[in-house]
């Protein structure tokens, strides 16, 4: 079997690898669009990738470094995924208003399936991604696993210590995520972090506004239990409300409909879902709802996001020094005059950073590869792996491009 590293080599973001079986088969696990990408650029898939002859597409989660470019791909190619984030990437290319690509081929985690030659059985793991897998692979007789992007600090941390604790055997070869490598990022649970929001919900009389992606449910239910705790409602967006709508069923996951949890209806959302033709969603939403006017002189979590200030300004919702603002997401995401930022800042509500990484630390990384205890590890989706050379024995940099047996 020969491995290629088209893209992931030196950079975090935009992965896409290819294994290709002695027969000739070929498999690519992911597709992603480079995080530094300006959001109109086309054509960029790595060039050392072939697309004039069939292969198939695995997608390890549903973040756009790792999907973003399928619709680059030929049409032919089939593409697998989980069954929610088959989901979860449909909700986002709708709302990037690009056009559909599939349907999908989708895995159930933990039970195997073929690919041509090619036998893969996918471990769901924890990442601040829902339905997050890693992919043992086997085929020509060897066996090969790609961590996708992990941690062990979530709420599915447990996957990844039980993963640890019973490795499969004989692993040639490790294709091993490396973000968090030579950062000092800090790495808390998310246990941790809600008992942070609970401090901050109990100690501020007025509105917490929250920044935080739709799509990490992880952080949702954070949000969503620390307002339970302290007699809060928790409000979402349309279209964070879809997600959870998306992905819930079959969980205890909290969705519209649950105690404690409101859908704001703003405008411009709306009017988004309306020229989707899909009123009859907003129409169910608003059963759940909240209008934006509601939101004055409330003690509710409230999502914010650039896109919503418009709206929530219109319906006199303005940020004053009893509210605070969070920002929790990736310090490096906020920018000094985005609107979110910059509204709540001029109201004087307090800013706070309440985050944890979606990625293992350092010391994680280290221990999850001595664990896996593989031949050798391929160092992907990482700025600094050069510095942490010495604590991963067996590991061989590639270049984006290069090919090796495996
Ligand atoms: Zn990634
Ligand atoms: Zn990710």
Redesign the pocket.
């Known amino acids: 079997m020969k491995l290629i590293l088209h893209r992931g080599a030196h950079e ?2 935009g ?1 896409c690898i290819e294994l290709i079986h002695s027969s000739g088969a070929r498999i690519i696990l992911d597709a ?1 669009r480079p995080l530094d990408a300006p959001p109109d650029a086309i054509g960029l898939l790595p060039e050392t990738l072939d697309v004039s002859c069939p292969a198939t597409v695995l997608i390890c989660h549903p ?1 756009q ?2 999907w973003g470019l399928i619709h680059e791909l030929p049409d032919s190619w089939p593409i697998w995924t989980g069954e929610a984030s088959a989901r979860l990437i449909e909700i986002s290319n709708r709302l990037a208003r690009t056009p559909l690509k599939g349907p999908f081929l989708t895995w159930k985690a933990g039970i195997a399936f073929d690919v041509g030659p090619f036998h893969i059985t996918p471990i769901l793991t924890d990442h601040s991604a829902f339905d997050a897998a890693m992919l043992l692979i086997e085929g020509d007789g060897r066996r090969l696993l790609y961590s996708g ?1 992990f941690r062990r600090h979530g709420r599915k941390g447990g996957l990844v210590d039980r993963l640890m604790a019973s490795p499969p055997a004989k692993v040639d070869l490790l294709i091993l ?1 490396g ?1 968090n490598l030579g950062t000092d990022k800090p790495v808390m649970s998310e246990s941790a972090l809600e008992a942070d929001f609970v401090a901050l919900m109990a100690r501020k009389p007025g509105r917490i506004f929250t920044a935080w992606s739709g799509q990490n449910i992880d952080r949702t239910v954070t949000l969503y239990r620390a307002a339970r705790r302290t007699g809060r409602d928790l409000v979402v967006d349309l279209y964070t409300a879809e997600v959870l709508e998306a992905i819930a069923d079959g969980t205890r996951l909290p969705r519209p409909g649950f105690e404690n949890l409101k859908v704001v209806l703003t405008r411009g959302l709306r009017n988004h879902y309306a020229r989707a033709g899909r009123d009859s969603f907003v129409e169910r939403m608003a059963q759940h709802g909240i209008s934006a006017s509601a939101l004055t002189g409330s003690r509710h979590v409230v999502m914010l996001r650039d896109g919503l200030v418009r709206d929530f300004e219109a319906k006199g919702v303005l940020p004053g020094p009893d509210d605070a603002f969070v920002w929790s997401m990736w310090r490096g995401y906020l920018q000094d005059d985005g609107p979110a930022y910059s509204w709540a800042r001029k109201g004087g509500a307090e800013v706070q950073f309440l985050h944890t990484s979606g990625h293992a630390s350092a010391s994680d990384l280290k221990a999850f590869a001595a664990a896996i205890t593989a031949r050798c590890v391929v160092p992907v ?1 990482g700025k600094n792996w050069q510095m942490a050379a010495s604590d991963f024995p067996g590991l061989v940099p590639l270049a984006n491009g290069e090919m090796r047996d495996v």
Do not use: A
């Open positions: 975090i973001g992965t992603g973040h470094d790792h992007d995520e973000t989706h």
